[in-house]
């Protein structure tokens, strides 16, 4: 049990505010003489548009305005801003992305139109009435296609479609380690494309005041201090003490939430042209065209080992695909961010990577959960499982041969490790996964025609996002005292968790404590959310805060209690003179603070304090995990029977917290790894997955109980000793189910499977590894008791959402 706030399971104080419905979400908001917005998108994947007519619009009642980029360009809105800094090959090339398209549409869902009226219903019945003339040009949505010659081009600026190439670690290191290498091993890898989904869809609104010329900017965002700056400087050019940007509750967020969309620059240019507020709110078929989306990319890697199966070298050669336009920090998922964990938590002395990033007739790509930390654990790992198949060699043993175990450990991109327990991790997982009886269920699967698998994988993430982040702490009138931190929640039990560590800090119970966040209005800066850095960035600064706090205090309390500031101490959330009784609690100085006469010279009034973390140094969360799967050979469905995660995120400030953001990030990784994937017609460039008819996450049935084990090595880089827990699970799922999945088929001689493993695609590959034999294999030898496994015959079309063409291909 721990001693004091921090490290005790609290139960988080935002559910029930949620559970009882007051939760106040931006669609909860209506601000007075508001008008609706909507937004007409593309219905074409790659189109010249030839002429608009909004005349029948304009013309319905209750129509207050209908935009397009004309409008915009006579007001001299700027382009979105890519933000992402990458130190690429040549200068990264950035096409410029308006608010509403001009000439040509480059997706589904590209927005052309602009209409607000006083309702929802009108404004979406007006746009109906708008009639554009396309003319319908080739489109390409795959990256490496992308880049071929003769592929269609999106922007005349860009030959070959190639944004960027992106080049890290010594490629002659690497090279000369293949020369002497006793194995390679390789391997072509699809890391598919997902939409994020939120439980909130997004929603803003716009209001402007034409006596001050500010604006103001309601939103579910989960960056607000950036997305002020970038609306500021390169789109609305005013100065940016004239937006303010906040949230009230975000319904999940997951990194989609991040980044300037069209649809802040349209309210907010449209309050100011019409003089009232406007509001939109997204409908959810209308988000998978328009919001980032995440992942996709090709991959081809090679492994290089010794004799004795050490890792030598690491080559990583990878196609991105950017989409149609270049997302805010889109860039960064595909070069910097893989580049900090490649090579996992293995000792590889040498690494090299190479992206060439592609333009496409897809929505753009930006940070997902994880954001590039996935895709470079997932081809480690997945070399490593196959290293140990192609070797003969047992994958939890190879991985112990070669996991880092003396810290600080530099790795082959020459990112320092600081600390961790990756040999431990792995140890522990072999106690806990019961191999020794798994022979046996092994055996009991077999003999109901079932196909039994065990995977492992381990896993590194990297914590920290942006660097620097602010904190402040400040004793309100009524007697709370609030936590202000640049950070954000949304949905991360931030409201618990910082007064747990201010309770520690300032001695004063958790419910004295109230948080206030995102809000340009009431911070001066601040890094918002991603990057699992709320606990390590955040958390610091308000530690630091903190700090001030006492030390203010100290300096206060002394001058009361008629004392040397150096014989104050405080503890408990009282100043004392050492030695005596004379003493003061913090919140009655708090308030004799406020008075100018009780302060020493040259002290402001106020115990208030601020502080910065200039923190530019990552944290290393790490785990091991196992997954145990069954498979229906004849229908390709498969059963996820047990999820075990042993894990490390340094100092726990609620376990209880944690393991949950662990479990929600699992089942976003394993909805990757099964069900999930974005499929667009290759020619035309519709959006086949268009909908959760079409497109499936995981639900509760799909997911045994998630076992979670926490250990904790603290890390020294913050005072905390925390690491970051947010992206973890579904940076280390992935590759766990499908080692299952492939440990499963490895008596059908199968070695390889793109995710999503959806039934429909286990199906064709079992069919086809059926076909190809010479004749049809028993199980006997491999899972203990004979069986004819019999070439499986189709699954109905009307089985599941998620055994689809459109889901599974």
């Known amino acids: 049990m721990a001693d ?134 080739a489109a390409v949505t795959d990256a490496a296609d992308a880049l071929e010659a003769g592929a269609p081009l999106l922007w005349d600026e860009t030959p070959g479609n190639l944004a960027y190439t992106f080049e890290r670690g010594e490629r002659g290191a690497v090279a000369a380690a293949f020369a002497k290498a006793a194995h390679v091993v390789e391997i072509a890898l699809v890391n598919n494309r997902l939409v994020v989904a939120p439980i909130e869809p997004r929603a803003a609104i716009g209001t402007y005041d034409a006596a001050s010329g500010g604006f103001d900017l309601l939103l579910t965002g989960q960056g607000v201090h950036s997305l002020r700056q970038q609306l500021a400087d390169a ?15 975000v319904g999940g967020g997951f990194g989609v939430k991040n980044f300037l969309y069209p649809e802040w620059v349209l309210v907010l240019w449209a309050a100011r042209r019409l003089g009232r ?9 209308e988000e998978f065209v328009s919001s980032a989306q995440g992942r996709d990319n090709r991959t081809h890697s090679r492994l290089a080992l010794d004799g004795d199966g050490r890792f030598l070298a690491l080559e990583v050669t990878t196609v991105a695909n950017l989409g149609a336009y270049l997302s805010t920090n889109g860039p960064g998922s595909s070069t910097n961010s893989p580049a900090s964990a490649m090579g996992g938590v293995y000792e590889i002395p040498a690494v090299s990577m190479r992206v060439r990033g592609a333009f496409t007739n897809t929505v753009p790509i930006d940070a997902y959960r994880g954001a590039g930390k996935p895709e470079a654990n997932y081809l480690t790992e997945r070399l490593v499982d196959l290293a140990a198949r192609r070797l003969g060699l047992d994958p939890l043993e190879l991985r112990r041969r070669n ?46 025609g079932r196909l039994r698998g065990l995977g492992i994988a381990c896993f590194l993430e990297t914590s920290r ?113 050492a030695g005596t009784e004379r003493g003061i609690d913090l919140l009655a100085l708090a308030q004799a603070a406020t008075d100018p006469a009780s302060l ?20 290393f969360p790490s785990g091991a995990h196992a997954a145990e799967v069954e498979i229906d050979p004849d229908t390709g469905q498969v059963t996820l029977e047990r999820y075990l995660a042993i894990d ?36 035309s460039g519709q959006l086949l997955s268009g909908s959760l008819m079409d497109y499936a996450l995981p639900r509760a049935a799909d997911l045994p109980p998630l076992e ?74 491999s899972l203990g008791t004979a069986y004819p496994l019999r070439i499986p015959t189709p699954v109905s079309a009307n089985r599941r959402r998620s055994d689809s063409a459109l889901s599974g291909c």
């Open 4 to 137: 004091g706030s921090i490290g005790r399971s609290l139960p988080r104080r935002e559910d029930e505010r949620f559970l009882r419905g007051r939760g106040r979400f931006v669609e909860d908001v209506d601000a007075p003489g508001q008008l609706h917005g909507y937004v007409l998108r593309s219905p074409h994947g790659h189109a010249a548009v030839e002429a608009i007519d909004a005349a029948a619009a304009r013309a319905i009642p209750g129509v207050r305005g209908v935009f397009t980029a004309a409008d915009l360009d006579g007001d001299g809105i700027g382009p979105l801003p890519c933000i992402a800094q990458v130190a690429t090959v040549a200068p990264m090339i950035v096409p410029m992305r308006f608010a509403l398209a001009r000439d040509r549409v480059r997706h589904v869902g590209d927005p052309l139109a602009f209409v607000v009226a006083d309702t929802r219903e009108t404004a979406r019945d007006a746009a109906e009435r708008i009639e554009i003339a396309y003319r319908p040009l």
């Open 235 to 249: 789109v609305l050019h005013i100065p940016r003490e004239r937006i303010r940007v906040h949230c009230p509750d």
């Open 277 to 285: 507020p406007v509001k939109w709110v997204a409908e959810r078929g």
């Open 403 to 448: 996991v880092v175990r003396d810290f600080p450990y530099r790795s082959g991109l020459g990112v320092t490790i600081d600390c961790g327990r990756f040999g431990a991790n792995l140890d522990d997982l072999a106690q806990a996964i019961g191999r020794d009886g798994f022979a046996a269920r092994r055996r009991d699967s077999a003999a109901r």
């Open 465 to 577: 996002g942006t660097p620097t982040e602010r904190a402040a702490i400040r004793f309100a009138a009524d007697g709370m005292v609030d936590l202000v931190p640049g950070t954000q929640s949304n949905g991360q039990g931030h409201e618990t968790s910082y007064p747990q560590i201010a309770s520690d800090l300032l001695g004063l119970p958790t419910d004295s404590f109230r948080l206030v966040q995102a809000d340009t209005d009431v911070l001066a800066s601040g890094n918002g959310h991603g990057g699992a850095r709320s606990m390590h960035m955040g958390g610091t600064a308000l530690y630091l805060a903190g700090q001030a706090v006492i030390a203010k205090g100290r300096a206060v309390a002394a001058h009361l209690l008629q004392a040397e500031a150096g014989s104050v101490t405080f503890t408990g959330g009282r100043f004392t003179v």
């Open 600 to 619: 020493p010279d040259g002290v402001s009034p106020g115990l208030d304090a601020e502080a910065v973390n200039p923190c530019d140094v990552f944290t």
């Open 648 to 683: 490390d995120y340094g100092r726990l400030i609620n376990p209880m917290v944690t393991v949950g953001q662990v479990q929600g990030g699992l089942a976003q990784g394993i909805g990757q790894a099964m069900l999930e994937h974005t499929v667009y017609d290759p020619d």
């Open 708 to 781: 979670v084990r926490l250990e904790q090595v603290p890390t020294q880089v913050n005072p905390l000793g925390v690491k970051g827990a947010g992206q973890a699970g579904c940076i280390g799922a992935p590759q766990t189910i499908v080692h299952a999945i492939l440990d499963a088929l490895a008596p059908l001689g199968i070695e390889h499977i793109d995710m999503p493993a959806t039934p429909e695609r286990l199906w064709r590959t079992i069919a086809a590894a059926l076909a190809a034999q010479p004749r049809r294999p028993t199980l006997g030898k």
